[in-house]
């Protein structure tokens, strides 16, 4: 078969949610399936760490596609093209935009459609952007992948499609994560907040991810806590960030907060595994990879009991109404005093984690593919 990928968002050193699933989950197809032929569609100069294999043709397609009008001429006229000139089996997106010009058959993977229930949380056009085009991406999509049974249920409740039509794709985790040695831990709790044990949050700064309630909830937790504990934040700001700023500036303990900006997998992993516990509270997910990626590490969890969240942790993390502040600093103050609780929350994420491997993602979004292909009479699938 001849394949063809979107891979815009394989960026060297800026890998983030979906870039990783693309990335970890490309990889093991592309090589598991030497007999197959892979175009990776980049729309700007590609890195060769992404090219997996000898059965991968790279090709650039202009414009660069990062604003919702340069998306549309993307997919629409240069992906489009493409797809027809080469005579393409099937399309793969990992990020669920597609073409709605072309009549190969194609695989949306759409993590989650947070911007369907939370459009206040986004910049106007790029809100615009996803609520008009991705319930006609649903539609268009041959099938469908998505990284939770939650999400499978909302996408295919809000935009009206068969369940039959949406498989599930666990993220997995990157094996770099893992328990630390103490002498580690020491050292980069020193490097980070002068040897303190830290709370640590991971994600973007966009509203869903609810950085300003968990600084209120941080600051909350040191008026009632004496111990000095400290709050890293990883991450950079995507966008409305405004109540951040505000909700920092208005902090008691605002000097034991740690903006750390975007870190690469190596330092990151050290960071994730010297903290105390994450606190990973949106208020909506499709999944959550710090959420495996912490119990990779062996470190407890504060997660938020919405959406896809309860799903993937299940017992594996202290759940807390990511709305009220008074919750989240609740959970604070019981991880920090005690130590029983901590030991079980790391147990029962060590068994958890167990569930979540990269090579059954890619497993299923082959699985996909191949189901794709026998539909519709796909020749040497």
Not at 120 to 147: D, I, S
Not at 151 to 177: C, E, F, M, Q, R
Not at 213 to 224: P, Q
Not at 245 to 273: C, P, S
Request: net charge neutral; with cysteine; hydrophobic share 45%.
């Amino acid at each position: 078969m001849k394949i063809a990928v979107n891979t815009r968002l394989l960026l060297p050193n800026r890998l983030e949610g979906i870039g990783w699933f693309t990335y970890e989950t490309i990889k093991r197809i592309v090589q598991n399936h030497p007999e197959h032929q892979f175009y990776f569609l980049f729309d700007r100069p590609y890195s060769h760490e992404f090219i997996f294999g000898e059965n991968i043709t790279p090709v650039v397609l202009p414009p660069q596609s990062r604003h919702p009008i340069l998306w549309y001429l993307w997919f629409e006229f240069s992906v489009t093209r493409f797809l027809r000139k080469n005579h393409i089996d099937i399309f793969l997106s990992p990020d669920g935009y597609l073409s709605l010009q072309t009549a190969v058959p194609s695989i949306a993977v759409i993590h989650d459609i947070n911007f369907a229930h939370h459009p206040e949380g986004m910049p106007w056009l790029v809100e615009r952007y996803f609520n008009r085009f991705f319930p006609l991406f649903a539609k268009k999509a041959a099938h469908v992948v998505t990284v939770s049974e939650y999400s499978k249920l909302d996408i295919a409740t809000t935009y009206h499609l068969p369940p039959n039509k949406i498989s599930v794709a666990y993220n997995g985790v990157n094996p770099v994560y893992k328990i630390l040695q103490h002498q580690e831990v020491n050292a980069e709790r020193e490097m980070q907040t002068d040897g303190c044990p830290y709370f640590l949050f991971v994600g973007a700064f966009n509203p869903r991810k609810n950085v300003a309630r968990l600084l209120k909830a941080f600051d909350l937790f040191r008026s009632k806590h004496n111990e000095q504990y400290k709050l890293v934040i990883v991450g950079e700001k995507m966008f409305k960030t405004g109540d951040i700023q505000k909700a920092y500036h208005e902090m008691t303990y605002k000097d034991e907060v740690v903006f750390t900006g975007r870190l690469n997998i190596d330092r990151l992993q050290k960071v994730m595994g010297s903290a105390f516990a994450l606190v990973f509270i949106p208020y909506f997910e499709g999944f959550g990879i710090p959420l495996v990626e912490a119990m990779s590490c062996g470190i407890p969890i504060i997660a938020s009991n919405k959406t896809a969240i309860p799903e993937i942790t299940q017992d594996a993390a202290l759940q807390v109404d990511p709305f009220s502040i008074e919750d989240i600093a609740a959970a604070m103050v019981k991880l920090a005093t005690n130590p029983t609780l901590v030991n079980h929350l790391v147990a029962k994420g060590n068994q958890r984690v167990k569930a979540f491997s990269w090579n059954r993602t890619a497993e299923e979004v082959w699985n996909a593919i191949i189901l794709v292909a026998q539909e519709n009479k796909i020749p040497n699938a």
